[in-house]
């Protein structure tokens, strides 16, 4: 069924719904999704994560006007998820193999930031404000108490990327020859 171009047209103006307007629901779904994601992440804990969201958006209102001339050459992509994660019960358990650790990590760290952020910043707060608020001392405090989640969010992000990057130990290169030189 041929979709109107002026509707295909207004409906990529959001994530993900030009997408399903064209009928690729799991297309649109992972848009709207990664659109989202940031937006509420970068809120809770960094805002520059948010960031991204502006990426997702271009790339969705792009891709949606892409698809339309696909459809309209009679080439018909397949309705994928674009992160490409079959959630299966065995590919669930082939993703989350070995990884529940970092899950769990994860875990407490989201909760150990919701509770200071509930708890733990208030308190600091008011106790940051019996220092005069001349004193340089109630900017430095006052600076720690705002941006303290921020930056263990941050120091997270960083480890466990240096961790990725580095691999595992017992990672082995199947592809990979050493060179022993020419005998």
């Known amino acids: 069924m041929k979709r109107s171009a002026f509707w295909t047209f207004l409906f990529s103006f959001c994530p993900g719904a030009g997408q399903m307007y064209q009928g690729y629901m799991k297309r649109g779904l992972s848009l709207i999704l990664l659109f989202v994601l940031p937006i509420m ?9 948010a960031a991204f969201a502006a990426v997702v958006y271009m790339y969705s209102f792009f891709d949606s006007l892409n698809l339309r001339s696909q459809l309209n050459m009679g080439q018909l992509p397949p309705d994928e998820f674009l992160v490409h994660l079959n959630l299966g019960e065995t590919d669930m358990k082939k993703l989350l193999q070995g990884k529940n650790h970092l899950i769990g990590w994860g875990f407490v760290a989201l909760g150990v930031v919701g509770i200071y952020k509930t708890m733990l ?3 600091m707060q008011n106790l940051v404000d019996l220092i005069p608020y001349e004193h340089p001392l109630h900017s430095i405090l006052r600076g720690l108490v705002y941006d303290l989640p921020g930056v263990a969010v941050g120091v997270v992000f960083i480890l466990v990327g240096l961790w990725l990057v580095k691999g595992s130990k017992h990672e082995k290169n199947e592809d990979f020859e050493e060179y022993k030189g020419e005998n």
Not at 41 to 49: D, I, Q, T
């Open 41 to 49: 992440v970068g809120a809770a804990f960094m805002p520059v994560l």
């Open 121 to 123: 910043q208030p308190l």
